[in-house]
């Protein structure tokens, strides 16, 4: 998590509330005050800390008359909702739009991990499915070419520079026309780092922009420079129009504070953020989402949406629902959480579950799980032979997955448990129509699905959820989101 300092510092104010009998106007302040000084050793600036206290207290206030109302949580609800709109412009980034070829033009200062986060960008669209290729149009930098097509080949994706040609212009217009051409859907240009003083490097930014007519343009701004960013971001806004911003470098600063809010400057919406220098590092932004999650309040919505953006399987949960589920489901229940991006940060989104330490080693087994399952058959895959009482199959799957009979044998326990609890809630019924059924059945007979869900579940499992009632909330959540992702789902 970023900014995981902030976060510690600001849910710890909060949690203080909680422990108190009696939360009285003292204890407000107290830690309205704890707040502020947590938002400004993150170098937010000092009028947004003022203003956002101000704000935090009129509500209460205000709400309080309401009769009946819980003081704690108006506090958490207001506290939420302000802080989320600190970070909110109230703009709206440019909508990709499938099928139809997208422009977006990367610029920002030298340094600011443009290059990087265009690898990232294409990496998030490719595993959605969209056709992305890059245009490389920095001819400043001695080495953007090679970069940028070191990370087009990683990621298997259509790249467009020349090392001959020296005019960026003409770079960016024949390689746009030429992706427009072939018709792919995300063409993406980068640009290279300039500085509000060189005047012919921002004139050079405008006509690259009047020649390729870019959708969108993305200002990616250095977390680590805090707030003088402000300052730079409005001179960009001003000489290209900038449509949305990446804050990069988020990874463990302290001060990253600063940027963010600095970007309500621009008024153009934050749509990513960097934390790292692998492909990754990268997680869409959304105001709300990342609140929650900096206050460890999980995020439902974020993990519903990018669920459904990757999920599509309503044909996979009918056949659960009938209690099959083979080592094939499981691999393509993998698949599923691999798309979501790294295990960490799926979990990081689910309430109740702390971020797992070291979490990427999950993933790793995930993957190793997946390579032992691409070595095997179709018969072993689909259920039709029983691997435990085959061990030289179970050797020969070892073998070619480079991995150890005994790691074979946990991957099999593992999809036994699944596969009992899989079997147990689809004969409880639970299961049929997908989650959105599930959630309006626990609508109707909240007592009825909490008792399945302790009979189906491993009871370690359950409390590592949170328990049963905080999976009931997580449903609860999914519900609220009209059961749109329920119409896929993944188990895992
Ligand atoms: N820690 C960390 N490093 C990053 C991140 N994004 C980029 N970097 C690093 O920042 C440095 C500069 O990144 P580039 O992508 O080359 O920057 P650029 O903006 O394209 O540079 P110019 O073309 O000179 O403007 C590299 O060493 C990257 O690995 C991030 O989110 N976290």
Known sequence: MVLAELGNKLSAALQKMQAVTVVSEEVIDRMLGEVARALLEADVNVKIVGELRKAIKTRLNFEEEAAGT????????AF????????????????????????VMFVGLQGAGKTTTIAKFAHHYQRKGWKCCMVCA????????????????????????SFSEADPVKIAEEGVRQFRREKYEVIIVDTSGRHRQESALFDEMQEIRAAVEPDDVVFVLDATQGQSVGDQAKAFHEAVDIG?????KLDGHAKGGGALSAVAATGAPVVFLGSGEHFDDFEPFNPRSFVSRLLGMGDMRGLVEQIKDTVDNKDQMDKFAKGTFTLRDMYEQFENVMKLGPLNKVMAM?????????????????KRFMYMMDSMTDDELDGRVDLDKCPSRLDRVARGSGTHPVEVHMLLKCHKQFERVVSKMGKSGLMKGGDANMAKQMQRNPNNVMQQLHKAMDPRMLQ?????????????????????????????
Request: a positive charge; aromatic letters at 4%.
């Open 70 to 77: 819980n003081r704690r949580k108006t506090i958490q609800r």
């Open 138 to 161: 920095d001819t400043f930098r001695a080495g953007a070419y090679d970069q940028l097509r070191q990370n087009a080949t990683k990621l298997r994706c259509p790249f467009y520079g």
């Open 80 to 103: 939420v909702e302000e802080l989320s709109k600190m970070l909110d412009p109230g703009t709206k980034a440019y909508d990709m739009k499938k099928s139809k070829s997208n422009v």
């Open 350 to 366: 689910i309430p109740g579950i702390p971020q797992l330490v070291g979490e990427d080693q999950g993933g790793n087994r995930l």
């Open 244 to 248: 949305s911003v990446v804050v990069t």
């Open 464 to 492: 590592q959820m949170g328990g049963a009632q905080n999976l009931m909330n997580m449903m609860k959540e999914m519900s609220k989101l009209e059961g749109e992702a329920g119409k896929g789902g993944s188990l895992l």
